[in-house]
């Protein structure tokens, strides 16, 4: 049973980092996306500069909550596995 645990806790951790690095990768590249085209509309047209702020910024906040879902998803299968317990015994040496 030890074993087992560990091993899927393992596999959790290791899920939730590559979940972590995708979601960031893929909000990186979006972002990175906004912001050259919010850069061109202000130097096309300056006069809706602020136009074009308001919306590139509710823009990024939606990516960005993407990441922070990722994140949150993360924390669940890091923090909430039904073996945590076992896992934390293992690793503090309780459980001998």
């Known amino acids: 049973m ?3 645990a560990l091993k899927f806790f393992i596999a959790c ?6 979940g972590i690095a995708i979601a960031a990768f893929g ?3 979006g972002q ?5 085209a919010a850069a061109e509309g202000v130097a096309r047209n300056p ?5 074009i702020t308001v919306t590139m910024l509710i823009g990024l906040a939606m990516i960005e909550s993407l990441c922070i879902y990722a994140l949150v998803v993360a924390l669940i ?3 909430a596995s039904p ?12 459980g001998h």
Do not use: W
């Not at 990175?32 to 050259?36: A, D, E, N, S």
């Not at 006069?47 to 136009?51: D, F, L, N, P, Y």
């Open 47 to 51: 006069e809706a500069s602020g136009k």
């Open 32 to 36: 990175g996306l906004g912001l050259k």
């Open 27 to 29: 909000c990186g590249i």
């Open 77 to 79: 299968l890091i923090f």
């Open 83 to 94: 073996m945590t317990a076992t896992v934390t015994g293992l690793l503090t040496g309780a």
């Open 13 to 18: 951790v290791t899920a939730a980092g590559f």
């Open 2 to 4: 030890e074993a087992e």
